[in-house]
């Protein structure tokens, strides 16, 4: 199995700053034979169901602000979130569906300072 | 609109069966693969099953192997999950998702049903 590790597990971010959230996944998520990283990004709020973020890495899902940004290849992965709001506070899940069976990071808590 | 509904969940005994459902509306349902993805309270997400639009292609965690059978009626919008053996380990909400872009890339979620397995 790919075993997607995040770090932090939990960080604390005022208002209007950066967050920033790194996924490692145990194996490369990148296929060959597109150049796509199978790698997505969720956020749960309190209560909520998960919603999708970002996917191949670093496309955002429409609806989705531009202050959410994924990069990375490979194994390594990062979410960043500009200019924080009240509204982002959050659980963040990232994903790989490159492989069977597909797995999660544990979950980043973010939450304001 | 998009909805996804679950039902089914509840309180059921160690060894026991569960059934669950997902109405699907506001999309064409027969266009998607659908999956299910449950949480444990409190905990991280796993990927149950999942199930092709024409459900000629059908995937399970290990962890549910023979356990539990996924199943679709596209002519009712449905999604199903029977659920048999059921252990303590099994409990969590269960949530369904739609998959378009990728077969496991959960681009809608349902509000999720609770299913809690104890005596």
């Known amino acids: 199995d790919i075993v997607m590790t995040q770090s932090p597990d939990s960080l604390a971010v005022s208002l209007g700053e950066r967050a920033t959230i790194n996924c490692k996944s145990s194996?490369?998520?990148?296929?060959?034979?597109?150049?796509?990283?199978?790698l997505a990004w969720y956020q749960q709020r309190p209560g909520q169901p998960p919603k999708l973020l970002i996917y191949w890495a670093s496309t955002r899902e429409s609806g989705v602000p531009d202050r959410f940004s994924g990069s990375g290849s490979g194994t390594d992965f990062t979410l960043t979130i500009t200019s924080l709001r009240a509204e982002d506070v959050a659980i963040y899940f990232c994903?790989?569906?490159?492989?069977?069976?597909?797995?999660f990071g544990q979950g980043t808590r973010l939450e304001i300072k | 609109e998009v909805q996804l509904v679950e039902s089914g969940g509840g309180l059921v005994q160690p060894g026991g069966s569960l059934r669950l459902s997902c109405a699907a509306s506001g999309f064409i349902f027969s266009n998607y693969w659908m999956n299910w993805v449950r949480q444990a309270p409190g905990k991280g997400l796993e990927w149950v099953a999942n199930?092709?639009?024409?459900?000629?292609?059908?995937e399970y965690a290990d962890s549910v192997k023979g356990r539990f059978t996924i199943s679709r009626d596209n002519a009712k919008n449905s999604l199903y999950l029977q659920m048999n053996s059921l252990r303590g380990d099994d409990t969590g909400v269960y949530y369904c998702a739609r998959s378009y872009t990728s077969r496991a890339l959960f681009e809608y979620w349902g509000h999720g049903t609770l299913v809690t397995v104890s005596s």
């Open positions: 199930i092709k639009p024409d459900v000629s292609e059908i």
């Open positions: 994903q790989q569906y490159y492989r069977i069976p597909y797995t």
């Open positions: 194996q490369s998520v990148l296929y060959s034979s597109n150049n796509k990283n199978y």
